[in-house]
């Protein structure tokens, strides 16, 4: 059996913002992207070879608030110091800087990024498990 697919939907008051976050600096793909669906318009992120993706969406004619709390974390394990190093980089690029991690726990290995709407995105060199 193929492993199921994971996709992680959260709302945004900014697409394209959101998108330039994850695209340019975390390196993910445009898997797709819809406008006027019933209300909604959004885009799917992720890496073509994974069973997981992200999606963004943007309610016509509704503001969402940022995330509630910063231990609202999305945790992306890069093991080869290389491909993590280029990470925080392109990051660091784009204007984004670093952020203290709420829990320790992820500073030791790991560098925090907060996305537009307020949520944080763990660069942790380290492998899972």
């Not at 309610?59 to 509630?68: D, E, L, W």
Request: with cysteine.
């Amino acid at each position: 059996m193929p492993p199921p697919t994971l996709r992680v939907a959260r709302p945004t008051n900014d697409i394209g913002r959101v998108a330039r976050f994850y695209t340019e600096g975390l390196g993910f793909e445009v898997l797709a992207h819809f406008e006027d669906h019933e209300g909604f318009d959004g885009i799917i992120l992720g890496r073509r070879d994974s069973p997981w993706h992200i999606e963004f969406t943007h309610q016509h004619g509704v503001t969402v608030a940022n995330a509630p709390t910063a231990e609202y974390l999305l945790v992306l394990y890069l093991p080869e110091r290389e491909a993590w190093d280029a990470a925080v980089a392109r990051m660091q690029a784009l204007g984004i800087a670093p952020c203290r991690s709420e829990n320790p726990y992820w500073d030791r290995q790991g560098v925090t990024f907060e996305d537009p709407d307020g949520y944080r995105v763990v660069l942790q060199n380290a492998a899972w498990g």
